[in-house]
């Protein structure tokens, strides 16, 4: 990438960059925000540097990365607060001439071009692939084991602790922890627990975080009896996802795939929620590394991962999968969890169905 755009290094601070160059470490302390503690240095000839100050360098070297990986540059951290683009100014002597651009825009007088990087990311490795594996086993039995802990009458904020306790027993963090109880469900799409309290149904969403990595998956719990309607709305969210697991190919584009759910909704009798909420799209390092939408011209590649999220007002359905040469891999499947099986194109495939107490 550094080739084709001219460039001679690329100063790497945001947390996912690191995160994803160094195999899963990290550079985050003030989880507020995007940039990290620490840079990392690559040059167009492949020459790496691990960029921090006297505070975080020993940690990094200790913890985080290995010096043999990376060579270390270190600076007072004095230093650091008063010249803002220290670290810029030493990449600057190490490289000796060349343009150095940057991921975020937080070094003056380097280009951004985070959007350049990000396709670098897309395909997995095979040792990300191992990773992503274990992460999304993990998250789906994590998310299925605080189901057995829930106690009707406890509140959306105690369920949203509950689920980060959870994942912070398989050393997960819940990057994204949603919880709706009840009529909840059908007001709103992004539902940041509250001290409403849940009587009947409840929908759980997360998104799992390790060594980077991300997946996303949402559950659907009832106490009782399934209502008719729930059902039928969960079967119909169920049929937009096969429609769109079947259709996440290889060269397949974003505005293609947006397509693809806009088709299934219409053909379904509810043509207008697909305006209701995104479907999803690209994961790894974010939560949505891009969102499928009419004007995306990003493509699918192998081994890529994948969450979509068609909703039905009142109901939702959520899995993380890789794209393969042969066909998807679902990887956050929830142990003894309900599923709804649905065929496209003579292809089952498998969604979340609702789980009765």
Known sequence: MLDREGLGAVLLNAQHNFAWLTGGSENGIDLSRENGAASLLVTRQGKRYVFANSIEMPRMLAEEVSSEDFHAVEFAWEDEKGIADLALRKAKDLLGGGEIATDIPLFAGAKPIENKIAPCRYSLTDDELKRYRLLGHGSGAA???????????????????????????????????????????????????????????????????????????????????????????????????????????????????????????????????????????A????????VAHPQSSEVVQTNQAFAWNPSITGTKVEETFITTANGIEIVTASPDFPQIATMVNGHEYISPGIMSL
């Open 143 to 281: 998310i299925r084991a605080v189901i057995d802990k829930l106690v009707p009458g406890e509140t959306e904020i105690e369920i949203g602790e509950k689920l980060r306790h959870e994942f912070a027993l398989g050393g997960m963090a819940s990057a994204v922890s949603l919880v709706a109880a009840d009529e909840r469900i059908s007001r709103f799409r992004h539902p940041v627990p509250t001290a409403n309290r849940w009587c009947k149904t409840l929908l759980l969403v997360t998104c799992a975080k390790r060594g980077g990595l991300l997946t996303s998956q949402s559950r659907l719990i009832c106490i009782g009896e399934i209502p008719d309607e729930l059902k039928r709305k969960t079967e119909v969210a169920a049929y937009v996802n096969t429609c769109l697991l079947d259709a996440t190919r290889p060269g397949a584009t974003g505005a293609e795939l947006y397509a693809v759910a806009a088709e299934a909704y219409a053909k379904m009798g509810f043509a207008d929620d697909i305006h209701l909420h995104h479907q999803g799209g």
């Open 283 to 290: 994961a790894g390092y974010k939560t949505r590394e891009w």
